[in-house]
């Protein structure tokens, strides 16, 4: 769990909950003893700025392209993002996903709201999302498996059909933040993951 900024406590249940043996990462010599590693909301640029600092930056980038399995909600899905539309000139990406995301997408704060999901892969119905300042995905390349779109609805405006949820390979992403609404389903598809490539 990569633990610079955002709401690392709530990825950590949810990810022991989920039957993961989850721990902060902070150091170098933290991720290279760990077998996945989640990217947490939170600001992005904030995030970019701290993992140059704590020099993390490019080691996590070479252990993503070495195979790292990644899982990246919200400012993690911007994080792992090849290209981010909005985003600041200093801001660095992991280059994980072939994927241009549009930062702060759907609005500010006060435009954040929750929704129902159908999501590829998961059963037992629809997953409830909550999105707080979140992105979605612009254009994703021919590799990237997409997971859940906004749904196609009268209220959704601009953010119909949106892509929301992805995969490529072991990195994984979503626009929402499922550590919050006790739904485990999306941090155990990701264990499942991490347990694929051991």
Not at 25 to 33: F, G, S, Y
Not at 117 to 142: M, T
Request: charged share 25%; glycine share 10%; proline share 6%.
């Amino acid at each position: 769990m990569l633990a610079l900024q955002g709401d690392v406590r709530e990825h950590l249940a949810a990810l022991e909950h989920a039957g993961a043996g989850a721990r902060p990462v902070r150091r170098p010599e933290e991720l290279a003893a760990v077998d996945g590693i989640v990217l947490p909301g939170g600001e992005s640029t904030t995030m970019s700025r701290l993992l140059e600092s704590f020099e993390l930056l490019e080691p996590l980038r070479d252990r993503i392209a070495d195979g790292l399995p990644a899982y990246g909600s919200c400012a993690g899905m911007i994080l792992l993002a090849r290209q981010v539309l909005d985003g600041r000139p200093d801001q660095r990406q992991l280059d994980a996903l072939d994927v241009v995301v549009r930062r702060n997408a759907f609005g500010r704060q006060v435009d954040s709201f929750e929704g129902d999901l159908d999501f590829a892969g998961l059963d037992d119905g629809p997953v409830h999302a909550v999105f707080i300042r979140a992105p979605w995905v612009e254009k994703a390349g021919d590799g990237v498996e997409i997971l859940a779109r906004v749904p196609d609805t009268a209220g959704a405006g601009d953010a119909a059909a949106r892509i929301v949820a992805i995969r490529q390979g072991p990195v994984l992403a979503t626009a929402f933040h499922p550590e919050l609404t006790g739904d485990e389903r999306v941090h155990r598809l990701f264990v499942g993951m991490v347990h694929e490539t051991m």
